[in-house]
T-cell receptor, first 114, second 113 residues
Framework: DTGVSQDPRHKITKRGQNVTFRCDPISEHNRLYWYRQTLGQGPEFLTYFQNEAQLEKSRLLSDRFSAERPKGSFSTLEIQRTEQGDSAMYLC????????????FGSGTQLSVL | DQQVKQNSPSLSVQEGRISILNCDYTNSMFDYFLWYKKYPAEGPTFLIS?????DKNEDGRFTVFLNKSAKHLSLHIVPSQPGDSAVYFCAASAGGGSEKLVFGKGMKLTVNP
């Protein structure tokens, strides 16, 4: 399967703990995106990378959030000192840096903060 | 504020009939629009897109119509099939590409056999 892969699928943590999610994009895609989706809402943009460069971050991405994409391949999203409001589905997507190119989404990581 | 609005949370249609899903947007800078379909426990899957230089794009049973003056787009599914039952998201971007998509809240479509 050559789709976007996310790990883990589910994560339950206690408030105050740190969590890290991983995303493996489609291999030839040079753009990688992180979105967050809460119940009853559409996905909200968090950040995106072109190769290893993080080109844009949403104001939703507080200081407790950090994303990396070393070597322009896989990406990690870390949340420090988790809060109950961080509970959401975290979606990763990838695309080619071509105008009009669609995003391919992974199945997401469902985070529950207790 | 919600820049992309899907005002109807759900729609139920009979198999074989037409499904019409509506979407409104407020940002006049948006120039590229997409529809995504999402099944439970899966990520959104791209369905169809349209650039602002067009007013219609067709792909098999799916057609998207864009009315720029009204800032409105719609997705038509003809004929509807039970497998089309899913949540449909309208999304938009400025700058002609798929980066930083702004999504609506989604609409749940149920196609009854």
């Amino acid at each position: 399967d050559t789709g976007v892969s996310q790990d883990p699928r589910h994560k339950i943590t206690k408030r105050g703990q740190n969590v890290t999610f991983r995303c493996d994009p489609i291999s030839e895609h040079n753009r990688l995106y992180w979105y967050r989706q809460t119940l009853g809402q559409g996905p909200e943009f968090l950040t995106y990378f072109q190769n290893e460069a993080q080109l844009e971050k949403s104001r939703l991405l507080s200081d407790r959030f950090s994303a990396e994409r070393p070597k322009g391949s896989f990406s990690t999203l870390e949340i420090q000192r988790t809060e109950q409001g961080d509970s959401a589905m975290y979606l990763c997507a990838s695309s080619l840096a071509v105008s009009g190119e669609k995003l391919f989404f992974g199945s997401g990581t469902q985070l529950s903060v207790l | 504020d919600q820049q992309v609005k899907q005002n109807s949370p759900s729609l139920s249609v009979q198999e074989g009939r037409i499904s019409i899903l509506n979407c409104d947007y407020t940002n006049s800078m948006f120039d590229y629009f997409l529809w995504y379909k999402k099944y439970p426990a899966e990520g959104p899957t791209f369905l169809i897109s349209i650039s602002s230089i067009k007013d219609k794009n067709e792909d098999g049973r799916f057609t998207v119509f864009l009315n720029k003056s009204a800032k409105h787009l719609s997705l038509h599914i003809v004929p509807s099939q039970p497998g089309d039952s899913a949540v449909y998201f309208c999304a938009a971007s400025a700058g002609g590409g798929s980066e930083k998509l702004v999504f609506g809240k989604g609409m749940k479509l149920t196609v009854n056999p």
